[in-house]
Structure formats: structure tokens, C-alpha cells
């Protein structure tokens, strides 16, 4: 076949070619890309949360040591309002799926 594209102009066999590569690895690099964030960012999100979460209840025992029970209380409802909210989210769309 590309024979034939060779009697139109003897580049256009090699040309072909180098786009079929070029178009290959560019589609190899999309897959690579996809997979490393389709595997790296939901663990950095558990991690990100756990962070949020413990960080949010050493704040809360801090600020009730120094005597601000309200503030301690705010921190906690701040720290894992955003991490009940995302698993609410979470279970709405898993139970639509169904």
C-alpha cells in the first residue's frame, strides 16, 4: 500500500511512517501519564485526608489545654466537615450506579 503513495511522491511512504511513530509514542505517553495518576492521586488524597484529620484533632487537644473548648470544637467540625462531606459524595455516586 504505501507503495502506492510512493509513485504519488517517493517522501510519502517515509513520512507516513514517522507520523505513525510520532502518533504512537504520543499515545504511549497519554496512557503512561493517565496511569500514574489514575494509581498517585487517590493515595495522595488518603494521605492528604489523614493529614487533615489528625491535624485537626491535635489542634482541638491544643485548644482545649489552653482553656478554648468553642475553638477546639470549631477545629474539629472544620477539620472533618470537607472529609465527611467527600464520602457522602462518594456513596451518593456509588448508589446511583446501581
Known sequence: MLGKYKDADPTFP???VKMAEK???ADVG??????FSSTVIPVLG????????AGSLYACVRLIEKG????????????FAPII???LKGF?????SR
Open 68 to 79: 478554648y473548648a468553642g475553638g477546639a470544637i470549631a477545629t474539629v467540625i472544620a477539620g
Open 92 to 96: 451518593r455516586r456509588n448508589d446511583r
Open 23 to 25: 502518533h504512537n509514542a
Open 30 to 35: 497519554i496512557k503512561k501519564s493517565f496511569s
Open 14 to 16: 517515509e513520512r507516513i
Open 46 to 53: 488518603q494521605v492528604f485526608t489523614f493529614l487533615l484529620g
Open 85 to 87: 462531606i467527600n464520602a
